[in-house]
């Protein structure tokens, strides 16, 4: 194998695995948050909106790692470069989303 082809493999790998435990992550704090019964709806406007906001972000970062995990074209070093700069921006969306959800949560109680 090249070294293209190992690096495409070792990024897809990782990028299947961040998919996978964003994905199991995400579905926890969405079941519990449906069960406990919360809504957004009880915070301030201004609040809610960070909150809104972080909570689309974070289906935005649910589908760049599931871009990030598609197969691609056979080109090894074309797909290491996408898969690479795919799992780069998903990580910094994985950081930003629960970050604005939380500081929204601390400015709705502090407000």
């Not at 990024?11 to 406990?36: D, K, N, P, W």
């Amino acid at each position: 194998m090249t070294d293209a082809a190992v690096r495409r493999t070792h990024l897809e790998r990782t990028a299947v695995i961040l998919f996978v435990g964003y994905v199991v992550v995400y579905a926890i704090v969405c079941g519990a948050v449906i069960v406990s019964g919360w809504f957004a709806g009880v915070m301030e406007d201004h609040a809610e909106r960070v909150f809104w906001g972080g909570a689309v972000l974070s289906f935005v970062t649910l589908a760049v790692l599931a871009l990030a995990a598609a197969p691609g074209w056979r080109d090894d070093a074309r797909e290491a470069r996408r898969i690479a700069w795919t799992v780069r921006l998903g990580l910094v969306l994985l950081l930003l989303s629960p970050a604005l959800c939380i500081g929204a949560l601390i400015a709705d109680f502090y407000g």
